[in-house]
């Protein structure tokens, strides 16, 4: 019985298999570079990542880098498992496996779209949102929510939400596209578009602290050296904050 045999392999087959041949006997001889993983509150990694990568640039040859973008409670989650090495957010409940280092203390603003009737503030008062349409975090951010919720309940004032935003990009899209107002940490300013705007608070305004999380277990070197230069980064931030939001800054004028 005849027997149908299809064409062997081409010679251009040939070569691109002793190629990847090739490649792996050479990603075998070459031991596997020690991963860092880094997690950031969304939004965080625009100001944060450069200054960490400032840090590790001695080290950055030698290992890989990755890094991840997600809420607080499931960067604390990703601290927890061994999935992230460290991670910059907002200090979750206690937890006996985590450490939290703080490194920067923000205060909240007020934020509504550009043609505001607000925009024309320099500062805002609290009661001067009452009757707007407000926007809160949803409990995908449980602190930011606590320490609005708190501030509200201690002004006495009559504000209640309206609609509830899992982060600042959802946020700043449903302010644009409602005319809604929201009391967020002050990081956004860098990230709002043009048509949306911020003003500080009048008076003491409720603060909340970005921390350094790490699962207290993990011994990797790389970690240490981040966790030695916080001061530094904080000094780098808190420069570039002044820059960018002082009373000539282009931020400060829209």
Not at 98 to 110: A, D, G, K, S
Not at 154 to 169: A, K, M, P
Not at 177 to 196: D, I, Q
Not at 202 to 226: F, H, M, Q, R
Request: no cysteine; net charge neutral; glycine share 4%.
């Amino acid at each position: 019985m005849p027997v149908s045999v299809g064409p062997g392999p081409t010679a251009f087959t040939r070569i691109t298999q002793a190629e990847a041949a090739k490649e792996a006997a050479r990603r075998a001889a070459q031991p596997a570079k020690p991963t860092f993983a880094l997690g950031f509150l969304t939004g965080k990694e625009i100001d944060w990542l450069p200054e960490a990568l400032r840090i590790l640039h001695d080290e950055l040859p030698n290992i890989e880098v990755t890094v991840s973008s997600q809420n607080s409670p499931d960067l604390a989650d990703a601290l927890m498992r061994g999935r992230l090495d460290a991670a910059f957010m907002r200090p979750e409940q206690p937890a006996d496996e985590l450490v939290y280092r703080r490194v920067i203390t923000e205060p909240f603003v007020v934020i509504f779209p550009s043609d505001h009737r607000l925009a024309v503030r320099d500062a805002v008062e609290l009661r001067e949102i009452v009757g707007e349409t407000f926007i809160i975090p949803s409990k995908t951010a449980p602190t930011s929510r606590v320490v609005i919720e708190d501030y509200l309940k201690r002004s006495g004032l009559d504000i209640i939400s309206d609609h509830e935003v899992d982060n600042i990009t959802h946020a700043v899209s449903l302010i644009a596209s409602t005319g809604a107002v929201a009391l967020l940490p002050a990081y956004p300013r860098n990230l709002l578009p043009w048509s949306v705007t911020s003003r500080p608070l009048e008076g003491e305004a409720p603060t909340i602290d970005l921390v350094l999380g790490y699962n207290k277990a993990n011994t990797s070197p790389i970690l240490k050296l981040l966790l030695s230069r916080i001061d530094d980064l904080t000094a780098q931030i808190s420069s570039k904050a002044r820059r960018t939001s002082g009373p000539g800054s282009a931020a400060a004028k829209r």
